[in-house]
């Protein structure tokens, strides 16, 4: 099925398209390069705080994307955009997805695979925003959420990497991830390009002692900070 001519439509009925059309492609299964280091990204994206409901289309969002070699960071892009929609389970794409794709498309030297803070195949098209950033950039991709959307799963053992896997009507659509031991753990999304093995193996070498994988919680220190530092929001 091909894709109509935006990535990002602002209508749900016209992201539903979209997100069927990726759903039905079948890429490359993207694996880890074993000549070089790894690097992995991170991005994220915060709004006002203080924001009542579901939001809505012009609302300020302050975004960043990092890569990382190891545990040392090699890029990172910050801006101040706005939301292209309300949230609405499902279709977080047309709130935060140009604003996140513009952050990304920035990084350089562009990482191998991008963790996104959001799902991936855990989605009711199976097309959730790490899948489709992923399929707009060409850019293999991980989801990384505190809770599964649709999938479920028992919870791994307690050991630092443990994964159990996530099931969406018997398909295997991610993994719970123990990131910490005695913590809570982490969903882990199949993202475009990514099986939940390859999955659940970037998001273990991003670890650094922390819950949340070293790439996206250092996004999401420099959107929060940003937003710190802006008296009001882009008009």
């Known amino acids: 099925m091909d894709l109509p001519g935006t ?11 979209v997100q069927t059309a990726l759903a039905a492609r079948t890429p490359e299964p993207w694996r880890p390069p074993v000549d ?3 690097l992995i990204g991170g991005s994220f994206c915060c709004f ?3 924001i009542e409901g579901p939001g809505g289309p012009g609302d300020p969002v302050w975004v960043a994307a990092v890569t990382y070699a190891g545990r ?4 990172r892009h910050v801006r101040t955009d706005t939301a292209g929609a309300a949230y609405v389970a499902g279709s977080l794409a047309m709130r935060e997805g140009p604003a996140l794709a513009a952050a990304v498309e920035a990084l350089e030297p562009r990482p191998d695979v991008m963790l996104v803070d959001a799902t991936g195949r855990d989605h ?12 707009a950039l060409d850019l293999p991709t991980v989801g990384v959420t505190h809770r599964p959307l649709l999938a479920s799963g028992e919870w791994p ?5 443990a994964a159990s896997p996530l099931w969406l009507a018997e398909e295997q659509v991610g993994a719970w991830v123990r990131t910490r031991r005695g913590r809570r753990p982490l969903v882990v999304h199949a993202g475009w390009r990514t099986d939940p093995d390859v999955a659940v193996e970037v998001v273990r070498r991003a670890l650094a002692g922390t819950r949340t994988p070293l790439p996206l919680r250092e996004a999401r220190r420099l959107a929060r900070r940003t937003r710190a530092q802006t008296p009001v929001g882009p008009r």
């Open 7 to 17: 990535w990002w439509p602002e209508d749900a009925d016209g992201l539903a398209v």
């Open 124 to 135: 009711p098209r199976r097309a959730g925003l790490a899948y489709h950033l992923g399929a």
């Open 72 to 75: 040392r960071r090699i890029a």
């Open 157 to 161: 053992g307690e050991e630092e990497g």
């Open 36 to 38: 070089r280091p790894l």
């Open 48 to 50: 006002p705080r203080g």
